[in-house]
């Protein structure tokens, strides 16, 4: 399974991106999505997740209010509407899935990883 991530850019603090996921080739028919993110120097760390139904979504403490995370079924389409963002939300966005009915979360371990798209917020 290949998952193509796009939607990155560069804007000005405050501004807004939307970032989205598809995969190409296989799609399961369940599956946990999640949002990760790494900057430069520093390790890659989750930003959010959704399960298969939607009743279950995390997010970090760095993003909570300002992102949401949301997924197109019809479509097998994640997506991370980010507002007000800050130049600390600068990194490459890393989409993943992880087939099942997981609850997914911080912890939660992926099997497949998309390319990344790179965000950058300038002050």
């Known amino acids: 399974v290949q998952l193509q991530a796009s939607g990155g850019g560069s804007v000005q603090a405050g501004g807004f991106l939307r970032l989205s996921c598809a995969p190409s080739g296989r799609a399961f028919s369940t599956s946990v999505k999640g949002w990760f993110r790494q900057a430069p120097g520093k390790e890659r760390e989750f930003v959010a997740s959704i399960n298969w139904s939607g009743g279950s979504i995390y997010y970090a403490d760095s993003v909570k209010g300002r992102f949401t995370i949301s997924r197109d079924k019809a479509k097998n389409t994640l997506y991370l509407q980010m507002n007000s963002l800050k130049p600390e939300d600068t990194a490459v966005y890393y989409c993943?899935?992880?087939?099942?009915?997981?609850?997914?979360?911080?912890?939660?371990?992926?099997?497949?990883w998309g390319q990344g798209t790179q965000v950058t917020v300038s002050s």
């Open positions: 993943a899935e992880r087939p099942g009915l997981g609850v997914g979360g911080p912890t939660y371990q992926y099997d497949y």
